[in-house]
Every structure is written in C-alpha cells, then in structure tokens.
C-alpha cells in the first residue's frame, strides 16, 4: 500500500517528484517514465518556437519599451509640473499677501500724513502758535534775468584753450 | 464517495455565493462611483448637487475689497481714501485669562476706555460684546500682539471693514460729500455726482483652495489683480487756498454774526475751481452728527438776488447794445421813481445826489439811479433777450450734485413794466446763484466767454498721466473789447470805490460789492435781512482768478458788501496771489 500511495502522490503535485527526485527512480512504474519523456519533448518544441518569434511580437515589445519610457517621461514631466504648480501657489499667495501688506502701510501712512498736516493747519488757528499766513507781501519777487544769448560750444573751446603747464625739466 | 461530491458541491456553492456577492458588490461600487464621478458631476438632476458641494470646498469667492479711488487735490493733497477699520468684538467664554487682566491689557490700546467699565461689557453676554468701533489698523495690530505673561489672549476678536476717511475733515466738505458707512454710497458732493469716476467696479472674484488653504489663481481672472488700477481723482482744488478761503470765512463770520457765508476762487480762462468753500459746514467722517441742512453746498443750490454785482454785467449789455460808450455820463438824482415805485441810492441818505457821472463812477458809487439809467435805454423786450443769453435760467454745467438754475420772470411780466428792467439793472427782481455770478464776472475776465466751473480735474495715475479729462464748453457772451472795458471799470471801484478794502498792495484788482435785500419766500423783500457781497477779478493786467464772496444775513450794523465782504476777499486774495506766485503788477 505504502509503494502505492508514493505512486499517487507525485501525479497529484509536481514539487513532490521534484522533492522525491534525490531518490532512486528506477522503482518508478513505466507510466512515470512515459511522462518524463513527454516533459522533454514539451520543453524542446518550446525552444524551438522561442528562436522563431514572429514580428507582430517583437513590434509589440518595441511598443511596450517605448511606451514605458514614454510613460517614465509622462510621470517624470507630471511630477516636475505639479511641483512647479504647487512653488507658484506659494509664490502667489506669498506676494498677494505681500501686495496685500504694501497697500495696508501705503494707506496708513497716507492717513497719518494727512492727518498731521491737517493737525498742523488747525494749529496755525490758534493765535499764540505766531504763525500767520504767507501774504505776496512777505514774498520776494526776483525779476527774470535778461536772457543770455548762448554761446556755441566752439567759442567756448577756444576761450578755454588748454596751455600745457611749462614744468621745470627736473622736476 | 458520494459523500465527497455532495462536499464539493457544496464547496462550489458556497464559492459560486461568495463570488456573486463580490461581484454584486463590485457592480455597486461601480454603479455609485459611475453616479458620483459621471452623474453627479454633469447629470441635470438632484445629484448636481454634489459638484456644487465640492465647488464650494474647494472654491473661494474672495470678494477683494475694491476701495473707492481716492480724492487728491491739484497739489496731490490726499481729501479722501478709504482705509481699513476694526471692529472689536470680545466673547468671554473663551477666555483663559482672568477679566482683569484682559482688561488692563485692553486698556493700554484703547485708552479711552475704562477697566471698570470694561469689565462690565465682559459680563454683558458670553459671546460677541462690542467693546470698540472704528479702531485703525495699527491700532488692530496692537491688539493682536498683546500678551499676558508672554501668551496670546483668547477670546479677542477683530472685524475689519472699510471706510471712507477724510484726513482734512470739514476743509473741503462742501466739495467732496460723504460716503454713506453702510451702503458704501457716496452721498454729498463729489462723492455722489462722481459715483463712476470714484466707484471702481465691484468684482468678486473665484478662487480655488489648495489643501493647504492657499489660495489658487485662476489664469483669467489674474489680470482682475494686476490691472487693478491705481487711479486718483484729482481736483481743481487747492486745499492751502481752501484751507485760507474757510479760514477767512469763518473768521469774518463770527465777527458780524452772519447766518451763512460762501467763497468761490475760479480760473478764469477754464473754469477749474481752486477754492470752494460754504459755511456752514460739516465733518464728513461724522456725517451723521450734523444736520442734513448742511450736506447741500448752498453756493450752488440756493438762489439769491445778486444785488450790485450784477451792474458790471448790466454795464456790459449796455455796450452790446450799443447804447452807451466810453464817454457816456449820466445825471444821478439819486432818487427817482418808476411806475410810482421810489427808488434810492443806497447812500441818498449821507450823500444825496451825486450828480453827473461817468461809467467808473457809477459802478465805484453803486450808484441804483445811473444803472436804471442807462438801461432804460435798452429796449425791455431786447434786454430780457440780453439776459437770456447769459444763460440765467441755466445751470452752470459744474460737476457737483444739487446745482439749481437761476430765475428770471415771465417775458410778459418782465416786459410789461418799467420797473421791472429798472430793478433788474440793479441786480434785483430775479435770482441766480453765488456761482453763476463768478460765472459770469469771469466772462468780464477772459474775454466775453462762458466757461463751464468745475472742481474735476481729471483721473492720474502715480505717474501723472490723466486717464480722463472732462469736456467743457465755453460760449462768447460778450465781445472781448467790451469786457476788457468793463474790467477797467471795475478796478475803479477797487482803486477808489466802494471795493476798496479788497486791495492787495501791488497788485491790481478788479472788483465790485454787493448788498441787496433778501427776497421774502412769501413775495416781497424781508425787512434787515440783506445779503453782502464782492466779486474780485485778478490780476487785471493778466486777469487769470475770479472769486465771489456771500455773506448772508450779517446782523451786525453797518453790514456791506464793502464792510462785510471785501475784506474776507482781500485776505483770500493775499493767500492766492502768494499759492499762484503772482508778481505785483507793477
């Protein structure tokens, strides 16, 4: 029964015969012998089409090749996309928020400006502050100036003609 | 054996159960999926919805606030921008201080308050007590750095919103209006009429939100942030003369008691407006104190019998028509009647007749007899067409909200009696407005033309570059030699008439006063009340400012256009030739 049953066993699953392997196979019924043979055959016919692959194949393989680099590209290219995407979100928000600041100083120190030269004109109300307003009175008027003719630059090169300073030779 | 195929069977039962129930489930996943991603997304029905559910997560209206543009006047004085103000509300059930401390800590912001009364607002209610209004900005982030023993103070909350602010408070209020806190609309003057020029468009504007909650610009709508225009409206005015005109106005007021008062400053050549005030008047950042009387600029929107400042016009209609030249000279009785009605000089009762007098004379003496004189001699229905023309039943055109049109009576009334030309020769028996009449003095000044007044100067960007420019008309009313002439007769009444208290040392000034009687609302005139003032025309070698000033109602004795008036004149005229650098004439 026991011979029998180590019969059964390698039809049922392969990685037992591969186990049993180390043992002697010369006890193996014919049946067995018969298969050996046939896994042979099998594997031979297999290399042989190996060597023939047609050219729809090998086209498909070229396909799959370039399209995973294609695709190494895509996720490459996305990648430095979404990157660049999410440094101008920053950059957005970081300047809006800066705008945003400038124009709040810009108009706080319009309103204090303002508001300190209508303080210092209020000021100028009360009598003893002595500041009174500018009348044309207080005002010198200087009377334009006879307009000049203007000399051409070439006169003005020979006035300023340039005499070389006589040096002592020793000097 | 039959045993272990009814197990199988089962086994594959149970196998085949399992894998139908994946299957199912799959499909359902499948089919939810296909409704939520397909469906929802772009079907019609109910489940649109969803799209707008992630819309709204996702999406930002930000709703940038556009602020009003700001007034700027022709110095690029700032007289109006809209700043950011907070609100300070505290909830007291989120805070992790003690009440006292939070007060004090309160209190050396808002200084005004008191910690006693601080701390009773705190047990007011739990959550949302107002504690301070209209708190500035850096007032706001005092605030928010406050500190108690080193760590922030819960519970403080700061609402911002915005405000019209005007730093020169009631300087130039008469001009530029108030802008209505909550409805954000411009109310008064300028802040009203110029709605278009001053309200930039309101836009909202869609964001999307990152994870982060950063906020996502849209392509399109990008350009909304950087053509945000930083556009002023600029004005004519000139805030130092405005400043010196109100100043002067006031002052003068107070001392003869008057009940309002108003001073124009205009160019002659274009009509810009560079002083224009009218008292009295009111803060607009406080509009809500004052009363609404006030909101409307009476030098533009109330009519008055313009009195002797009108002669100078009648002069010029006169040598329109021919009817009298540089050597006419009339016999002033200094009384008369017309059509049974007495009519006097105003100084019949010191001076009594003044004789026979010329042209210069009879505008330097304000003399009622010579003016009815030289009028009669026009025909009454061909003066009633002069007045016409001057366009008295027009508005001026100026760029201010509330101007009112003058009043000349029917032509069959007018034309019927004498006595209705006579009194209009004076200047009485119809009624225009302060700014007509600087209208039409700056006629006298430039030549004979109407210009349209205007206080808008145009929109600037920083760089200085005008954006828009109103249109102005102009219209020849009087032809340049005859206006020049009635010019030097007018720098008479300065040199030596009535006007004399206007005069600037140096310089020479055109000028005329005015004192009529104030038109009663139920016919006739009221008693004591009159109604003073003075035009002035400078320099009269280059004439380049006209300027009106009214006092109304001035209770104190003795009240003129020459007592009254000219001197709140010559003070303006001191600070515009000095503003303008104006050399003496001589």
Redesign the interface.
């Known amino acids: 029964m026991q011979s029998r049953s180590r019969q059964v066993t390698p039809l049922k699953g392969k990685k037992r015969v591969s186990s049993n392997s180390t043992k002697p196979r010369k006890s193996v019924t014919p049946i067995s012998k018969k298969r050996q043979t046939n896994k042979v055959s099998m594997i031979e016919s297999l290399e042989s089409r190996r060597s023939k692959i047609p050219g729809w194949l090998k086209s498909f393989k070229i396909l799959e090749n370039s399209s995973s680099f294609l695709a190494f590209c895509l996720i490459c290219s996305s990648l430095g996309i979404y990157g660049w995407i999410v440094l101008t979100q920053q950059t957005w928000s970081q300047q809006y928020r800066n705008l945003e600041n400038l124009q709040r100083q810009e108009r706080d120190f319009t309103v204090t400006s303002e508001t300190i030269k209508n303080q210092l004109a209020e000021e100028t109300k009360i009598k003893e502050t002595d500041l009174i307003a500018p009348t044309p009175e207080q005002t010198i008027f200087l009377k334009s100036s006879n307009s000049r003719p203007l000399k051409s630059a070439n006169q003005e090169l020979e006035t300023n003609n340039f005499q070389p300073i006589k040096l002592p030779l020793g000097y | 054996m039959p045993k272990q195929i009814a197990n199988e069977n089962k086994v594959k039962l149970r196998l085949l159960l399992v894998w139908l129930i994946l299957i199912l489930g799959m499909f359902g996943l499948i089919s939810r999926l296909y409704k939520l991603q397909v469906i929802g997304v772009i079907g019609k029905n109910e489940q649109h919805e969803l799209a707008e559910e992630a819309l709204k997560q996702r999406q930002y209206n930000l709703n940038p606030y556009i602020p009003r543009r ?1 007034i700027i006047d022709r110095y690029n ?2 007289l109006a ?4 103000v907070n609100t300070l509300y505290v909830h007291p059930i989120q805070f992790k201080h003690q009440k006292l401390e939070i007060a004090q800590a309160l209190q050396t912001v808002l200084t005004e308050q008191k910690i006693d009364e601080l701390l009773k607002k705190f047990d007011l209610k739990n959550t949302g007590v107002m504690i301070e209004d209209n708190l ?3 007032e706001a982030n005092q605030i928010r750095s406050l500190r108690i023993n080193k760590t922030p103070i819960d519970g403080l909350d700061l609402v911002n919103k915005y405000a019209r ?1 005007y ?3 009631n ?1 130039v209020s008469d001009v530029i209006g108030y802008v209505q806190l909550d409805s954000r609309k411009g109310q008064a003057g300028l802040e009203s009429s110029q709605e278009k020029l001053l309200a930039r468009d309101p836009k909202v504007i869609q964001l999307i939100r ?1 994870g982060k909650g ?4 849209l392509s399109n709508q990008q350009e909304i ?1 950087w053509n945000f225009d930083d556009l002023k409206l600029q004005l004519t005015i000139a805030l130092p003369l405005q ?2 005109a109100r ?1 002067a106005l006031q002052e003068q007021m107070k001392e003869v008691d008057a009940l309002r008062g108003a001073v124009i400053v205009m160019d002659v050549h274009d009509g810009s407006i560079l002083a224009m005030v009218s008292e009295p008047s009111y803060d607009p950042n406080n509009y809500s104190q004052f009363d609404i009387s006030l909101f409307k600029n009476w030098a533009i929107s109330d009519l008055y019998e313009p009195g002797s400042t009108f002669k100078p016009i009648n002069i010029a209609l006169a040598f329109e028509a021919g009817v009298i030249d540089d050597n006419t000279s009339i016999i002033d009785t200094g009384k008369t009647m017309v059509d049974g009605w007495p009519i006097l000089n105003h100084d019949f009762g010191e001076k009594g007749a003044h004789g026979n007098i010329n042209l210069g004379q009879i505008l330097q003496y304000s003399s009622n007899i010579g003016m009815i004189k030289i009028i009669e001699r026009i025909k009454p229905s061909t003066y009633y067409e002069q007045l016409k023309k001057l366009g008295l039943e027009q508005i001026t055109g100026i760029d201010l909200p509330g101007e009112v049109a003058g009043k000349l009576k029917d032509k069959n009334v007018f034309t019927r009696a004498n006595i209705e030309s006579a009194t209009a020769s004076f200047g009485q028996g119809f009624s225009v407005t302060p700014l007509k009449i600087l209208q039409l003095q700056a006629a006298i000044a430039n030549g004979g033309k109407l210009v349209t007044p205007h206080v808008v100067k145009g929109l600037i960007d920083p760089k200085g570059k005008y954006h828009w420019q109103p249109e102005l008309k102009t219209k020849q009313v009087f032809a340049p030699k005859i206006a020049h002439k009635v010019l030097k007769l007018m720098e008479t009444v300065v040199t030596e008439g009535s006007g004399q208290s206007a005069q ?4 020479r000034i055109a000028g005329k006063t005015g004192t009529a009687q104030k038109a009663s609302p139920r016919g006739g005139y009221l008693p004591n009340a009159k109604i003073t003032s003075f035009v002035a025309i400078v320099p009269v070698d280059n004439p380049r400012y006209a300027m009106i000033v009214v006092v109304d109602e001035p209770k104190k004795p003795y009240s003129f256009g020459s007592t009254v008036a000219a001197p709140i004149a010559q ?1 303006v005229l ?2 515009l ?2 503003q303008e650098k ?3 004439s001589n």
Do not use: H
């Not at chain 2, 921008?81 to 950011?84: A, W």
């Not at chain 2, 950063?214 to 610009?217: S, Y």
């Not at chain 2, 600037?504 to 310089?507: A, H, R």
């Open positions: 700001p004085n700032t921008l809209d700043r950011i500035s900005e850096s602010f730093p020169q408070e300087t990152d950063n906020l996502i610009p942030f400043r010196a100043d600037v040392e140096g310089y003070k001191n600070s030739l000095f104006i050399p003496p």
